[in-house]
């Protein structure tokens, strides 16, 4: 199992930017598919943003966050990022980022999740 470590969560006024980052500890951090969820206080997880494995590095959003956010990684430190700009109240709540080995379905690694809060 991957072990994945969210940092860059924090307080910020709305129209404000963060970039979370997510590092984690395999050697074979290139062959996963990233992703970032969210969970808002009394709702349930949601998708944010993946990023494939391999070279494509196709890279999917939530419509609520296209335009604003943006998922890139570096495989040379196998981290992966989550550049949020133009913050929202809405956005608010606990980020995790998550791991899909390239011949899984499902998500099979949870970080502990970045805390972000937006004030309006």
């Known amino acids: 199992q991957v072990q994945l470590v969210e940092s860059g969560g924090g307080l910020v006024q709305a129209g404000d930017s963060l970039r979370l980052s997510c590092t984690a500890s395999?050697?074979?951090?290139?062959?996963?598919?990233m992703g970032w969820f969210r969970q808002a206080p009394g709702k349930e997880r949601e998708f944010v943003a993946a990023?494939?494995?391999?070279?494509?590095?196709?890279?999917y959003y939530a419509d609520s966050v296209k335009g604003r956010f943006t998922i890139s990684r570096d495989n040379a430190k196998n981290t992966v990022y989550l550049q949020m700009n133009s913050l929202k109240p809405d956005d608010t709540g606990d980020y995790y980022c998550?791991?899909?080995?390239?011949?899984?379905?499902?998500?099979?690694?949870w970080g502990q999740g970045t805390q972000v809060t937006v004030s309006s």
């Open positions: 395999t050697r074979t951090f290139s062959r996963y598919t």
């Open positions: 990023i494939t494995w391999g070279t494509d590095r196709t890279t």
């Open positions: 998550a791991s899909r080995s390239s011949y899984d379905s499902t998500w099979g690694s």
